[in-house]
């Protein structure tokens, strides 16, 4: 139905109009509806009734389409302190939330009085754009009208403080948050959220024990914050005490205990997940987050089932540029080149703004032509990264190209591209140098990368590639050469740091280290490893004599 037909002609009374206007924008369904709408409030001489046009900006604020809101809002002479507060609003939520303290400058200006929605909507803009300086300026605007610093107002300096992951962020957000004499749980999770992001996991613990109340937030805010820090078997903890206490989650949560299956190798459980998403009924009336698939890839991904990592990529109905490096990183990364390539390629020809690769996407791309031996493939990519894509090479990228050459053999176009990078060479690189050079049994260049890292790494940093480069000595029988190496790292106090392998048994997680004697099933332990290493022997596996070297 045509809004020109909704309007008798017979109401020719102008609060009748307002008011038959003001009702067609409350059912309104529709864009275009409401620019007819929109049409007859010009028509009628009501653009200056501001509160029609806080219900027509409403939807426009809702959908993004925020130039055709600020032209409306700006054909306004006199706004009210709520109109004001819709137009900042929006701005705040947008990906420009300057915009929004810019307004909020104008409105001081103008006769409207900023009131706690516009404080909240404004600080809200400032941790959203890492805006702390304006936001500090602001708070100090709040002290000087008192009766605005209600609950929601501090809340939100908590939050701001919060988000910017400093010592002075965390030590303000804590102090407003002591200040207050009434909170909620969203200021709860505000703070949490600020010691996660500052890296103190043991006093964001100790805050969610002092909880009075816990939401489905706080506990995901808990099992994503351990999990980011390290703690990923603290976050599967946190997850089974909240299925314990009945606290139902929702698909947020299960990202961030996807995250963690995937860094601990937690198959069975990310497998759970996998099928509570698609078979409960919590879940089976309501879409499945891209965001939830994407965390489905990347755990299969990282559990070796990259098949069931494939169907899950292929079962999406929508993709982001984040589904398509998901699963090129998998291929990549399980020794699947081809397949990799191949998925990029694809997505090259995909097109949509929300599906282009990023520098993480070429990331993956040249890990796979790297290990792979695909030098003309990877040249080509590190090229089109920035002619074609824009994408401007990170020294991450740098990494992987050294790396690839290293492989490759080509150690002076390595050497080469190390020394005319346009950043100064860190580890990563060096490193990926020295591995290129133990393939090739390199010694000399090997030798020279060691002596540079020893003076530019702290010694514990350092000790990894100096055990590399004694294995190297070892297997090209330089045994002096391996007894002054140790003999060095012993005299600097170089330690390198035990590595861990972990298995799944039946749900739990299990961590050994070398030589591990420690956990309570050591025995059997070692009697299947011999076995295996028996089994090995036997289909003709011999250890290098790098693989029998003893680790500092």
């Not at 706004?79 to 420009?96: D, M």
């Not at 805050?207 to 009075?212: A, G, T, V, Y």
Request: hydrophobic share 40%; proline share 3%; glycine share 6%.
């Amino acid at each position: 139905m045509l809004v020109e037909e909704s309007i008798p002609a017979n109401q020719r009374g102008s609060r009748a109009r307002q008011q038959r206007l003001f009702s067609l924008l409350q059912n309104c369904k529709s864009i275009k509806q409401l620019t007819q709408i929109h049409a007859h409030i010009i028509t009628n001489g009501f653009t200056q009734k501001n509160f029609i046009l806080v219900r027509l900006l409403s939807p426009f604020l809702t959908s993004y389409n925020l130039k055709y809101a600020d032209q409306v809002f700006h054909h306004v002479q006199s706004p009210s302190t709520t109109l004001w507060n819709q137009i900042i609003r929006g701005h705040a939520r947008s990906e420009n939330p300057q915009k929004s303290v810019e307004l909020f400058n104008q409105m001081e200006k103008s006769t409207a009085t900023p009131d706690g929605y516009t404080y909240s909507y404004v600080l809200n803009a400032c941790a959203k754009g890492s805006l702390f300086r304006e936001g500090q300026q602001l708070h100090g605007k709040i002290l000087k009208k008192l009766p605005l610093l209600n609950v929601f107002v501090q809340t939100n300096l908590v939050n701001l403080y919060a988000t910017t992951g400093e010592d002075y962020g965390i030590r303000d957000a804590r102090k407003v948050f002591d200040e207050m004499n009434e909170k909620n749980v969203v200021t709860w999770n505000s703070l949490l959220f600020g010691y996660f992001r500052y890296g103190d996991v043991d006093e964001a613990l100790i805050i969610f024990d002092e909880m009075p109340d816990k939401n489905v937030v706080s506990w995901t805010t808990m099992i994503a914050g351990c999990t980011q820090n390290g703690r990923c078997q603290q976050a599967l903890a946190l997850f089974r005490m909240m299925q314990r206490r009945y606290v139902e989650f929702d698909q947020v949560t299960l990202v961030a205990v996807l995250s963690a299956c995937a860094e601990l190798g937690a198959l069975d459980l990310g497998k759970w997940i996998h099928s509570c998403v698609f078979e409960s009924s919590q879940f089976r009336n309501e879409p499945v987050l891209v965001s939830l698939y994407n965390a489905l890839i990347h755990m299969y991904a990282s559990c070796g089932e990259i098949e069931e990592a494939y169907r899950v990529f292929q079962g999406m109905p929508r993709r982001n540029s984040v589904s398509w490096t998901s699963i090129i990183t998998g291929f990549a990364k399980q020794g699947y080149a081809h397949e990799a390539l191949t998925i990029f390629q694809q997505m090259e020809s995909w097109g949509g703004n929300d599906v282009r690769p990023d520098e993480i996407t070429f990331l993956a791309v040249l890990f796979a032509c790297s290990h792979a031996g695909y030098v003309n493939e990877g040249y080509r990519y590190f090229k089109c990264m920035k002619e074609t894509w824009g994408v401007e090479p990170r020294i991450e990228h740098y990494g992987c190209m050294v790396d690839m050459l290293s492989r490759a053999g080509l150690f002076d176009e390595a050497v080469a591209l190390v020394e005319t990078m346009p950043m100064k060479p860190n580890e990563a690189v060096w490193g990926a140098l020295l591995g290129g050079c133990k393939i090739h049994k390199n010694v000399r260049l090997a030798s020279s990368v060691a002596q540079k890292l020893a003076v530019e790494l702290e010694p514990d940093r350092a000790a990894g590639y100096f055990v590399l480069l004694s294995n190297l000595y070892a297997t090209d029988k330089r045994w002096r050469d391996v007894v002054v190496t140790r003999q060095k790292m012993f005299g600097i106090g170089m330690k390198k740091p035990p590595g861990q392998s972990r298995i799944e048994a039946e749900g739990t997680i299990h961590s050994f280290l070398a030589s591990d004697l420690n956990h309570k099933h050591a025995c059997s332990v070692y009697e299947m490893l011999g076995l295996l290493t028996g089994q090995a022997k036997l289909q003709g596996y011999q250890p290098s004599v790098s693989e029998e070297e003893l680790i500092v």
